[in-house]
């Protein structure tokens, strides 16, 4: 199937690739997206156009808001690949470098992704295990802790993200099989 084909050229299990479908997109499908301000904010230093919530210590969003596809819209309008940089695109949430990285420029990547977002967010995916060779060894060790790590960051233990994969790789062997 396709999955297979998509996992082999990420050079991932395919229930991992499964796992992660399951786990960062669930309902929302494709299409979906999610615009992170506080990286907008780490990488030009000033807030996003649009609605943005901030402490004395910490960059971040609170509101749905801030992080959907209309905020996202006027960020790009604003200055697109920092846009694209800072959102997590399609059915695995993968930033969007890795859709500049597949596809040669942030408008080149978000027209296809408008276009076709199931394909744009397969290119993504292998593109972003492509350029972390430590994932894909995680990843078919089945250590899913560093994978994790490799994927969402120091943060993913406060979130449990190696047990959200763990468990959604379960579900994926007993729905399709190992």
């Known amino acids: 199937s396709g999955d297979e084909e998509l996992a082999k050229k990420a050079g991932i299990p395919v229930n991992v690739l499964r796992a992660f479908r399951l786990i960062e997109s669930g309902p929302l499908g494709p ?79 978000w027209s296809a992704f408008q276009k076709n977002p199931t394909q744009a967010s397969d290119n993504m995916v292998v593109a972003w295990f492509k350029k972390n060779p430590r994932a894909v060894k995680a990843a078919n060790n089945l250590d899913f802790t560093k994978l994790a790590l490799a994927y969402n960051g120091k943060q993913q233990a406060k979130h449990y993200y190696d047990a959200l994969i763990a468990e959604a790789y379960l579900e994926a062997e007993r729905v399709y099989g190992s």
């Open 31 to 109: 299409s979906a997206l999610r615009f992170e301000p506080h990286l907008w904010a780490r990488k030009l230093g000033t807030d996003p156009p649009k609605g943005f919530t901030r402490n004395d210590k910490v960059v971040y969003s609170k509101v749905s808001s801030e992080t959907n596809k209309t905020a996202f819209v006027a960020a790009y309008n604003v200055n697109a690949t920092v846009a694209v940089k800072s959102t997590s695109f399609g059915l695995y949430q993968v930033l969007g470098e890795h859709g500049i990285r597949a596809y040669g420029s942030a408008q080149k990547f």
